[in-house]
């Protein structure tokens, strides 16, 4: 509000001196940014793959070996193998087309047990086997949760007194 | 009721469909007597659906678990409040929600804006109108929460526990009132772009929505940080996560107009720019809709793959290629008549300011979408971590943090060398009383650093302006302190409240700050074991386990770790970090465990303990986070609210005319029994 300059209209030339500065202003604001955004992109962005989809990607291009990656997989049933300290484990993954051994050191999540859809974040070594760093176990069904009659409980559900007492039958 | 809900759904979409004919057909022909049909069977629209959602809440109440929506998630155990909350908790409730918000809303525009903008009415109906159909029908024949089962369940399969969290409750609401108010806005620009009547009138209509719009969005982002923060227990508030950016895209870009808007109600200037900036913004709720419901992004908290995902894309691209075709073909209406003056003046300061609110947008929005991009391009799904968003939107965060202070000071077409002199002197030098005291204290990171510095500023800039305007009110009304500072701010609410939601910003970024400094540790303890760690303050901890209890408790088994905390000797309580089973009436498990967390919080700082599993019967793993001011974060969130509500809040002359959104509801709901019954 103070030091309004008034009345005079600014001239041709200052006009367009104002706007080719904001526009160099913008500029190196911009390509900062742009740069910043490629590097970082290089840094942390990782390939999210199956075990199948690895195993190609290792056959075409050795450098794979020893890069970071994402896998996502199931937990082959009977595999984990857990250390008495509880600080490290192994167990197989899974897209059922290629099976890989994994080894964890850290502690697990609690939701992660035989069969659950895992995401694991780490390398391939020239063995074969996967070492990660970071492990998430992923419930499958978190927000979309019908009762379905191939659940276990539902012979349980049709046989319980509820069932035909349920308020709403016949609503 | 339930039948009747149902059926009234496929009024409404019956109805939304004559509104969005009517209206665009008065329109074309100039026949006004269309155009009050179309409004009439737009405010029926949002009785049918009021009537629809009325429906489904009854089946929630009266657990009807032959409905498939029922079922899934709720269970006759679920405590009543989140029997209620269920209504948005999945994909088809939420949707019904968004499209009761939706109709109300563009109900309560309509009736509010009938008299001052009728030009413009037929557009903003019909609009308003299509829109409504469009989630109508993804209600229909996309996700149908009327949708049946084939048999009965005796019971539901109960709320995932992670969603039964007051928070959770409301915040999900709070970000849809925010999305969709952002449609509004959107009905008017394309209004104004048809008739090309481009001058500032539309926007006094359309700035009380963005504002609404911000108001919600703000609340909701971050009562959504709080939650992820003490429930999903990986100790931070903010993971960049798709949905999280989904809902933050179109704050920046409203943020953004709420700035530019001020250039042109003063200047004339940037025309282009806000009516994209206001279209952008709806596209970006849509996208982010899209983005959560389709389940084409991995993301901790999206839906589940869903068919109402292929409704919003298509929706998306008619919505954008007609926005982009109204753009285009008015750009000469839209010509400025004014030019930059200065790069020393506010306009330029709001020009960056947009342009890195713009640019973090941006940048969200590329790292969000870079999974899909990267599967299309590069031939392999490739993801970006949190690394790539606080690269690229740190710095640009503290470019805002600076305009923050600037923008407000600095003089209108050119300031002089007086003005800057006078305005910065004092700010600036409390900037680096901050910087010198923290250097002073062996702060190094210089991120942190800079961020401190700034803030310091900017607080300095809003002070000067509290203090400069209170002490001209004592001067010429000779008031005392209190009341002229109240009535500095009741008289000027646009722009002091704008301070106060400046000064919000100022503290969250405070709490950023923080950030450099967490530092996080895993133990193994055995009852009676005890580890020493040091925070960031140098104070010294010791966690002493207490041992692992377990338990039965409502509709769950739970494990619990306690450990003993003491700061440099000190005792400072027990902390108790459980994991729970939930069970369902007939004793089986019906989710995965989840784990309660255990937060120590004080203005320093936040000591975390998430309790992660167990090596043996009597060794926890046990996870403790050190994360400095984060309760600032939440502070600065109420700040910034309040600030708006005071933005928000009706001058009391205008009161009565304008009316609020609050004021303006019983009166919209009156004209709307009317309506429907004629």
């Known amino acids: 509000m103070q030091g309004i300059s008034l009345g005079t209209a600014p001239s041709r030339r200052r006009l367009v001196k104002a706007r080719s500065k904001f526009i160099i202003g913008a500029l190196i604001v911009g390509s900062t940014s742009g740069y910043l955004a490629m590097t970082s992109i290089k840094d942390t962005a990782q390939y999210y793959l199956t075990p199948t989809d690895l195993a190609a990607k290792v056959q075409n291009e050795p450098r794979f ?34 099976t890989y051994p994994v080894s964890y050191v850290g502690i697990a999540p609690d939701t992660f047990t035989d069969g659950v859809e895992v995401v694991v974040e780490g390398k391939l070594d020239s063995q074969g086997t996967f070492h990660a760093t970071t492990l998430l176990a992923k419930c499958s069904s978190r927000y979309e949760n019908a009762p379905e009659k191939t659940m276990p409980g539902y012979d349980n559900y049709k046989n319980t007194p509820g069932y035909k007492n349920s308020p709403t039958r016949g609503a | 009721m339930i039948l009747l809900g149902e059926l009234s759904l496929w ?42 959602s009325a429906g489904l809440l009854t089946a929630l109440f009266t657990h009807d678990f032959s409905i498939k929506f029922v079922a899934s998630y709720t269970s006759i155990n679920l405590p009543k409040i989140y029997t209620f909350t269920a209504f948005w908790a ?53 996700a149908n929460p009327y949708e049946r089962l084939d048999w009965t369940p005796a019971d539901g399969r109960g709320m995932n526990p992670q969603l039964q969290n007051p928070a959770m409750a409301i915040h999900p609401p709070l970000l849809y009132l925010g999305l969709i108010a952002a449609a509004v806005p959107f009905a008017f620009a394309v209004g104004a772009l048809i008739t090309r009547k481009l001058d500032t009138e539309w926007l006094a209509a359309v700035r009380r929505w963005a504002l609404l719009s911000w108001f919600f969005l703000t609340l909701g982002l971050v009562l959504g940080g709080w939650w992820a923060y003490v429930e999903l227990g990986w100790g931070g508030y903010w993971a960049w996560d798709a949905v999280e950016n989904s809902a933050f895209l179109p704050w920046l870009t409203g943020t953004a107009f709420l700035h530019s808007i001020m250039i042109q109600e003063k200047r004339g200037m940037l025309r282009k720019w806000n009516v994209t900036l206001v279209m952008a913004t709806f596209l970006l709720t849509i996208l982010g809709t899209f983005i959560t419901r389709s389940g084409v992004i991995n993301s901790v908290h999206a ?54 609110l713009v640019g973090i947008c941006f940048a969200t929005l ?17 993801e970006i971590g949190p690394e790539f968003f606080n690269a690229v939107n740190g710095p640009l965060g503290l470019l805002l943090l600076m305009l923050t202070g600037v923008g407000p000071l600095i003089a209108w077409r050119r300031a002089s060398t007086v003005n800057l002199k006078r305005q910065f002197t004092w ?53 005392k302190l209190a ?103 007939q004793g089986q498990q019906n989710f995965e465990a989840s784990t309660e967390v255990y937060i120590l919080s004080s203005p320093k700082q936040d000591v975390y303990m ?69």
């Open chain 1, 65 to 98: 070996i020893d890069k970071g990656v994402k896998v996502g997989a199931l937990v082959v049933k009977g595999t984990i193998n857990r250390d008495p300290s509880g600080r490290s484990l192994s167990f197989k993954m899974t897209d059922g087309g290629h």
């Open chain 2, 427 to 479: 700010p600036l030098t409390a900037g680096a009383v901050v910087f010198v005291t923290l250097f002073a204290l062996g702060m190094r990171d210089p991120y942190a650093l800079m961020t401190y510095l700034l803030a310091g500023f900017v607080t300095g800039t809003i002070v000067q302006e509290f203090v400069k305007g209170i002490a001209a009110r004592r001067r010429m009304y000779e008031e």
């Open chain 2, 303 to 356: 839906f589940s793959q869903s068919p109402v995902g292929d409704w919003f894309l298509g929706f998306l691209v008619l919505a954008t290629a007609l926005s982009v075709y109204l753009i285009a073909t008015r750009l000469n209406d839209l010509q400025a008549n004014v030019e930059l003056e200065s790069m020393v003046s506010r306009e330029a300061a709001f020009l960056y300011n947009n342009l890195a």
């Open chain 2, 90 to 142: 999945g994909q088809a409730g939420s949707l019904l929600f968004w499209a009761l918000v939706l109709t109300a809303y563009s109900a309560v525009a309509v009736a509010s804006s009938w008299k001052n903008n009728k030009p413009l009415m037929p557009w903003v109906i019909g609009t308003l109108g299509a829109v409504c159909l469009f989630f109508l029908m993804a209600l229909c024949f996309g």
């Open chain 2, 610 to 678: 998430v309790f992660t599993g167990m090596a043996d019967k009597d060794t926890a793993a046990i996870h403790i986070f050190f994360n400095p001011l984060v309760m600032w974060a939440w502070v600065g969130g109420i700040v910034m609210a309040i600030g708006g509500l005071i933005v928000m809040w009706p001058q009391a002359t205008a009161r009565a005319r304008q009316g609020g959104y609050v004021a303006e509801l019983p009166s919209a709901a009156r004209e709307t029994l009317v309506g429907a019954g004629v």
């Open chain 2, 483 to 585: 009341p002229a500072a109240f009535r500095l701010v009741t008289r000027n609410r646009r722009r002091y409240g704008g301070y106060i939601v400046h000064f919000g910003v100022v503290v969250m970024f405070c709490a950023f700050g923080g950030l450099m400094f967490r530092s996080d540790f895993q133990m193994l303890l055995k009852t009676g074991d005890a580890q020493t760690h040091t925070d960031a303050y140098g104070h010294t901890w010791t966690f002493t386990s207490r041992g692992i209890s377990q338990f039965d408790f409502l509709n769950r088994q739970v494990t619990a770790a306690t450990v003993a905390a003491t700061r440099d000797g000190k005792d400072m309580g027990l902390m108790v970090s459980e994991k729970r089973m939930h069970v369902n009436t």
């Open chain 2, 366 to 382: 590329w790292g969000t979408l870079y999974p899909i991009l990267s599967e299309w391009l590069l031939g392999g799904k490739q």
């Open chain 2, 11 to 52: 009024v409404a979409l019956l109805m939304a469909a004559w509104t969005t004919m009517v209206s665009f057909a008065g329109g074309v022909q100039g026949r006004m007597d269309l155009v009050h049909s179309g409004k009439r069977s737009l405010y029926a629209t949002f009785v049918f659906t009021v009537v629809a």
